[in-house]
């Protein structure tokens, strides 16, 4: 069966400190992962995806098939980073999708 | 304004009262999706449309019905609502299927007695 964890609920780290979210995934075909976020009284929000090899905000993720994982890093974190992670799974066709938990990231100052 | 849009944000109702979530969408975007968010659960996607008139089953579609008969309206059913509906509900929308970003709404909040 398809499934995305995120086994953290809740991340705090200090300003300036590496952040990483972590991802695994469970899919029988060829993965596309996603990371979501959702500011605080925004809309949830598409923040990158693996296919594109973007960095967002200083966000990056890898895709690591052999470990199923699709962590999301940060180097140094920054206050305005608060917000609420979910990753995302689809198949090739990009129809069905399966989300995480989500991960709330507080950046202390 | 480029956006998805969802009514009612809010609503409290009683098992069994049929009731309908509209989803619109002003982006001409061929994919439309619905997903409830539970706590500690995520989102979960409910049912989806990758165009007019062709509509799909996610992965928790049972109790809901959806309809696509415009591209811009993508309406959530409930024929007979049970409490264990109650839930947060997302509406998004893409131009070309999930790959590209989804744009979500506000987010309709159900509660049924």
């Known amino acids: 069966a398809q499934r995305v964890t995120q086994p953290e609920k809740l991340l705090s780290v200090f300003k300036g400190a590496p952040v990483e979210l972590k991802c695994n995934y469970s899919?029988?075909?060829?993965?596309?992962l996603f990371w979501y976020v959702q500011y605080s009284r925004q809309r949830l929000q598409l923040l990158l995806r693996?296919?594109s090899r973007e960095s967002i905000k200083g966000f990056t993720a890898d895709l690591n098939k052999g470990e199923t994982s699709f962590h999301l890093k940060k180097p140094f974190a920054q206050e305005e980073d608060s917000a609420m992670y979910y990753c995302?799974?689809?198949?090739?066709?990009?129809?069905?999708?399966?989300f995480g938990s989500g991960t709330k990231l507080n950046v202390k100052p | 304004e480029a956006q998805v849009t969802q009514n009612p944000r809010y609503l409290i109702t009683v098992t069994g009262k049929k009731l309908t979530v509209t989803c619109s969408q002003n982006?001409?975007?061929?994919?439309m999706s619905w997903y409830r968010q539970d706590p500690g659960l995520g989102l979960r996607q409910i049912y989806y449309s990758m165009n007019v008139e062709v509509t799909d089953k996610g992965d928790v579609p049972e109790g809901y019905k959806v309809s696509r008969k415009e591209k811009r309206n993508f309406p959530l059913i409930l024929e007979s609502p049970s409490p264990n509906q109650t839930s947060l509900y997302f509406c998004?929308?893409?131009?070309?299927?999930?790959?590209?970003?989804?744009?979500f709404g506000d987010g309709t909040r159900l509660s049924i007695l």
């Open positions: 998004a929308s893409s131009a070309q299927g999930g790959n590209q970003p989804q744009h």
């Open positions: 982006m001409n975007h061929e994919y």
């Open positions: 899919y029988s075909g060829s993965p596309e």
């Open positions: 995302a799974l689809s198949g090739f066709s990009f129809n069905k999708f399966y």
């Open positions: 693996h296919i």
